[in-house]
């Protein structure tokens, strides 16, 4: 809430939390530089290799997803003892949140009260009820209001949870300001956290990948919501949890604080926040040696594609031989029974948000004609153009294809734990992201092509009749991209949850380190060519099968001719 910790770490304790960092970065660093390799070598590979036949049928939007800035006074719970008291807030465009005393002093450039990153933050707006049910879901949480003082009639809350960090508690005057906060703060806590997913470049690809495998060295197999938030956050989420579960160890039952953390809410703070310090100096540090390192392996992989790629296939196809057997043996056990309810539970709300990303285009260039029909005056035209361009952008106009997936997430959380999968928020966000960049290429092509087709020559009718062969034929391009998008959303999700179940079950049977395997990939004499990469891709490979098959008879599509070799695994994470 703002308020000063009443217990801070020490200068000892805090010294030893940078040590903690050190460490993490000295073990960390040498994976990441091991998957910046195979980045490169999967982007190269996907750029010299065989396109698929039908590309996009939009138009890329040029315009980056970004989170809408909004502003407005509500009350905040804070001081000592905490009390609602009036501020004025802001949501920056970088997905910070602001509050200041009062609208004056934003206005005139003051210093805020508190200011946060939404990152990793979870948001409640339907009472103390709610906030119950949240702390069952992440235990973890720190939380030092007096339930007395949360239980007060709040009539439109806006409670903001993090793992780590104190909660913050607002409340609006009104429903309708609490709605457009709801809507501004969600957008923004999505694309804080989905910042790498999003990413096209290898370096994110690289980060995400070294910190899943990273973490599956130290015992945690399962796709995780840690990996939500920019590469210093995330990092500083896998110590914070690290550190909570040693906290808790040494701490009684009986003393833990609240929320079952083992340590009071403000030395997470403080905890936090030299983390977060810690890693972001380091992780910088690295960028130099980071960027020297990515252009010298694109130099060489490029120049030695082909024989890395056949050592490669040589070493897959001796893996395979080895792990077939028991692999076919866990497929059979744990994941074809159970593979078509989940693809059917994923699919359903993904097909609702799909389908409402194309109910809401279509209403808005049903307005668009019917303005330029009842009023062609260019001012007015204007404005409403401008409205219609700005529909992917307004959390608002957005939820109705955001709702879907964010009310999958209890009906799918039964569905995944048994596979070890904790990345459920990761999920419903990427369904959320897609349908914003769907919606937003659409706009996108539509206002092109309408600026290709309306000349001054023609008159009101004739351009209403031009608009609607626009609207139709952007309209079938969105089918036509909404249905590989689709695909690729369930084949991406589909791995995410089954390939690290797969590894946790097969490590104890399949011994990895295989001489023969080794020998061919030090003969090929290139970073991005790893024993352990090998095999992951030949799981993967293996599962992309039974993964097509089911999307071709849930879908009525998909890639029968899989090879085994798991070149189907490496060259679609290449695509």
């Not at 009443?6 to 000892?12: C, E, I, Q, T, Y």
């Not at 709610?130 to 007096?146: G, M, S, W, Y």
């Not at 909570?244 to 604080?257: D, N, S, V, Y």
Request: aromatic fraction near 6%.
């Amino acid at each position: 809430m703002g308020a000063r910790p009443s217990s801070p770490l020490d200068k000892r304790q805090q010294q030893q939390l940078r040590g903690q960092v050190d460490a993490l970065l000295r073990n960390f660093l040498p994976c990441y530089r091991r998957q910046l390799a195979i980045a490169v070598l999967r982007q190269v590979s996907g750029e010299l290799g065989p396109r698929e036949p039908a590309g996009c049928q939009l138009t890329r939007s040029k315009k980056l997803p970004r989170v809408r800035e909004h502003r407005g006074p509500l009350m905040q719970l804070r001081g000592h003892p905490p009390q609602w008291q009036p501020v004025f807030c802001v949501l920056r465009g970088d997905g910070r949140l602001e509050w200041f005393q009062h609208k004056e002093v934003f206005e005139a450039g003051g210093r805020p009260l508190g200011s946060v990153a939404l990152t990793g933050y979870t948001l409640l707006s339907s009472g103390h009820e709610h906030l119950h049910r949240l702390d069952q879901l992440h235990p973890h949480a720190p939380d030092t209001e007096p339930a007395p003082i949360l239980g007060e009639a709040v009539s439109f809350p806006l409670f903001l949870q993090h793992p780590f960090r104190t909660r913050l508690c607002f409340s609006a005057d009104t429903r309708e300001a609490q709605r457009g906060w709801k809507h501004a703060l969600q957008g923004g806590i999505r694309l804080r956290g989905t910042v790498l997913q999003r990413s096209q470049v290898p370096a994110a690809h690289a980060f995400l990948d070294a910190v899943r495998l990273y973490r599956q060295r130290l015992g945690h197999y399962g796709d995780d919501d840690v990996t939500l938030g920019s590469d210093a956050e995330v990092l500083t989420a896998v110590l914070m949890r690290e550190l909570l579960r040693a906290w808790q160890a040494e701490t009684p039952a009986g003393l833990q604080g609240a929320g079952g953390s083992g340590a009071p809410a403000e030395r997470l703070e403080v905890a936090y926040a030299v983390v977060l310090a810690r890693t972001s100096a380091g992780l910088r540090a690295f960028q130099p040696e980071k960027d020297e390192l990515l252009a010298t392996l694109e130099r060489a992989i490029r120049r030695d594609l082909e024989p890395v790629q056949r050592q490669r296939a040589l070493a897959a196809a001796g893996l395979l031989v080895q792990v077939q057997g028991p692999l076919e043996v866990c497929l059979r056990q744990e994941v074809d029974a159970k593979l078509a309810p989940l693809t059917q539970a994923l699919l359903s709300p993904l097909e609702a948000s799909l389908g409402a990303v194309r109910t809401l285009l279509a209403r808005g260039m049903d307005q668009l004609s019917c303005h330029l029909r009842r009023n062609p005056s260019g001012r007015r035209l204007r404005r409403e153009v401008y409205t219609f361009g700005e529909i992917p952008w307004d959390p608002g106009l957005m939820q109705a294809c955001y709702r879907e997936p964010q009310r999958s997430l209890c009906r799918l959380q039964p569905l995944v734990t048994q596979f070890g999968f904790l990345g459920i928020q990761s999920l419903v966000f990427g369904a959320q992201d897609l349908a914003q960049q769907l919606m937003a290429d659409a706009v996108a092509t539509f206002l092109q092509l309408a600026d290709e087709c309306l000349t001054s020559a023609l008159d009101c009718n004739q351009a209403v009749q031009q608009l609607e062969k626009v609207q139709g034929l952007v309209l079938k391009k969105l089918a036509s991209d909404s249905e590989s998008a689709r695909q690729r959303y369930m084949r991406d999700w589909l791995l995410r949850i089954f390939s690290p179940f797969l590894q946790s079950q097969l490590r104890p049977c399949c011994k990895v380190e295989l001489p023969e395997v080794e020998g061919v990939i030090q003969a090929a004499g290139c970073q991005a060519l790893t024993t352990e990469g090998v095999y992951e891709d030949v799981l993967r490979g293996v599962l992309l099968q039974r993964i097509d098959r089911e999307l071709k008879k849930t879908l009525g599509t998909g890639n029968s001719d899989c090879d085994i070799t798991c070149s189907l695994a490496w060259d679609q994470e290449a695509a």
